[in-house]
């Protein structure tokens, strides 16, 4: 492929990202310059921004002020401990998906009573742990799980407060792994069973229903579907409490999307002016509301840090290899998902820029970070992978035996490292050779 030259221009804006920007030639984030972080920490370096999580989840706050809301992190996006942190000091609870991850909400410091458990597979010990720390509610997938739940909560001598997730058959016009709203889905209870399925929880003597959620996706950038939603579980609503069956609060699970490239998703605080004024239009602005907020509180907060290897020029395609890889990185292998991919210097002088493929040292072709990208690199020279913050760490894995990369936590010139570096050593700790 032919090489242009270029100059080096001024830098463009990164796609939201309002606490990385170029200072001169370099990228900073809030008052670090994250060469200089790279440098030290070495690479690759997942970097987080304490102020972008807190003003993203200020958004959210804006949007609920004067109303009785629980916010509660969708942990999974991103579960290590120092990001759980930021969040229980500014008084998050946390949806949670496993016993694991409520190990992990306690050890940051999170309350159990402001924790909800969701997930379609619950085993009995995980339960029994959940009961047992108190947390606020069991968000129930199946028929199956509320008796299962009600047996382990009675053989406790404990009730159970549960919701019951349903699934309002929305399209929330997403990358089909993760919409999670339409009948297709393996998640929540269809809306026609859901009334019998509340009269039959209702029956059992170790529950107590206190909610109803849904959750229709992820990455979701219009406002329609939301809107839809609500009134779909709106009327189910009105249909178990005129059943008898009064519900303490409604959850609206997750799902709002980020700009990852050119998306323009609503700002929570707007998002939820609007689907506040239905709620209140349809009689229900008193209830109790839960959110399950994930990616959009930490996606755009954080960014990995790469150095490139090799530049390696081809017959069809030019390739730049990084050091960060799919293990480091799953969305892209995962659902061809995409990542802005910025320089953190602007070289001096000109340079040849070329269209790259940036893919890692791991041995699949699937092991692609960015595709068909323009930039003018040699080897030695450090990128940022940009909207790094939300299921990248916590999808990362030791495949090729790679160490997890280590984490650091930016408020304002303070850097606090939130995750060390794995080594082999680590990774081989709990496997045993044959006598
Ligand atoms: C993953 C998930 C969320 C968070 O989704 P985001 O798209 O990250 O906001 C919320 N609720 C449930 C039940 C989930 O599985």
Request: hydrophobic fraction near 40%; include cysteine; aromatic fraction near 6%.
């Amino acid at each position: 492929m032919t090489p242009q030259h270029v100059s080096p221009g001024a830098a463009a804006t990164l796609p939201g990202h309002p606490f990385v920007a170029y200072h001169g030639a370099a990228l900073q984030m809030e008052d670090v310059a994250l060469s200089s972080l790279a440098a030290q920490h070495g690479t690759p370096l997942f970097v987080y921004s304490k102020a972008a999580m807190l003003s993203a989840l200020a958004a959210y706050q804006r949007g609920f002020a004067g109303r009785d809301a629980q916010i509660c992190y969708a942990m999974k996006a991103n579960s290590s401990l120092g990001v759980l942190q930021v969040f229980a000091q500014a008084g998050c609870g946390f949806d949670i998906v496993s016993g694991g991850e409520l190990d992990r909400v306690l050890a940051a410091g999170g309350q159990a009573s402001k924790v909800i458990f969701s997930g379609v597979g619950k085993t009995r010990s995980e339960m029994r742990q959940a009961l047992q720390a108190g947390i606020g509610c069991f968000n129930v997938e199946s028929e199956a799980e509320l008796n299962v739940l009600s047996e382990v909560a009675l053989s406790m001598s404990l009730r159970a407060p549960v919701s019951i997730r349903v699934n309002p058959n929305v399209d929330p016009k997403t990358h089909p792994y993760i919409s999670t709203g339409l009948k297709g889905n393996k998640f929540g209870v269809s809306h026609e069973d859901a009334l019998r399925i509340y009269r039959h929880a209702g029956s059992l003597s170790g529950l107590r229903v206190v909610g109803i959620d849904c959750h229709i996706g992820s990455q979701i950038t219009e406002t329609e579907p939301y809107l839809d939603a609500m009134d779909r579980v709106l009327d189910l609503v009105a249909g178990i409490e005129a059943d008898g069956t009064v519900l303490e609060h409604i959850d609206f699970g997750g799902g709002l999307g980020i700009n990852y490239n050119s998306d323009t998703p609503p700002a929570a605080d707007v998002l939820w002016t609007q689907l506040l004024s239905k709620l209140d239009a349809r009689g229900f602005g008193k209830k109790k509301l839960m959110i399950e907020p994930g990616r959009s509180l930490v996606g755009n907060a954080g960014v990995c840090l790469t150095e490139v290897l090799y530049v390696k020029p081809g017959e069809q395609k030019n390739f730049c290899i990084i050091d960060a890889a799919m293990n480091d990185l799953p969305r892209p292998a995962m659902y061809q998902a995409f990542h802005a991919i910025v320089p953190l210097q602007h070289a001096a002088g000109a340079r040849t820029q070329a269209v790259y493929d940036v893919v890692g040292p791991v041995c699949e072709s699937g092991d692609w970070i960015g595709r068909d990208r323009t930039l003018a690199v040699q080897a030695g020279d450090q990128l940022a992978v940009l909207s790094a913050g939300a299921y990248c760490m916590s999808m990362a894995s030791n495949y090729n035996t790679r160490g997890r990369a280590a984490e650091l936590l930016v408020d304002g010139s303070t850097v606090h490292v939130i995750r060390e570096r794995e080594s082999a050593a680590e990774q081989m700790r709990h496997e045993r050779l044959v006598p």
